[in-house]
């Protein structure tokens, strides 16, 4: 299905038109998750053009801090090169989960087995009458 959806769809993946308007585009560098980033051309402010073709869904939560800094011009140079090394107490960066099976499910939600914990006696209903 890859293959033949491709020149069809940017959803899961750079279509033939975008790798096709990639040419002659420098490849910047690529993050952890697979991504790869270019650069090449200039915007109507004369920046230079910045892209992010993801390795899978495309999902903007995909991409790592420190490439969001360079695709948002915040730093100059690629990560590799313009960031310190990283500490060793951060972590690498998550992608959003939500609607996934890693999603967060409160205490009480459906999908958590419904339970919720019982009232403690601290909350007293609102009555118009009161």
């Known amino acids: 299905m890859g293959i033949n959806l491709n020149p069809f769809t940017w959803w899961n993946g750079a279509s033939w038109g975008t790798m096709i308007g990639l040419r002659g585009k420098k490849q910047v ?3 952890g998750l ?6 090449g051309g200039s915007d109507t402010a ?5 892209w992010v ?3 899978g869904s495309n999902d903007a939560s995909r991409v790592p801090p420190e490439w969001f800094s360079w695709l948002h011009h915040q730093v100059d140079s690629a990560p590799d ?21 890693l999603a967060y499910r409160p205490p009480g939600a459906l999908e958590a087995g419904g ?14 009458e009161a």
């Open 34 to 39: 697979g991504n790869v980033y270019y650069e």
């Open 115 to 128: 339970k919720r914990v019982a009232a403690t006696g601290d909350y007293e209903a609102w009555s118009p």
């Open 46 to 50: 004369g920046n230079p053009r910045r």
């Open 53 to 55: 073709i993801y390795d």
């Open 29 to 31: 560098g690529t993050d």
């Open 81 to 101: 090169q313009s960031m310190p090394p990283a500490r060793r107490w951060e972590q690498p960066a998550v992608p959003n989960m939500t609607g996934s099976a």
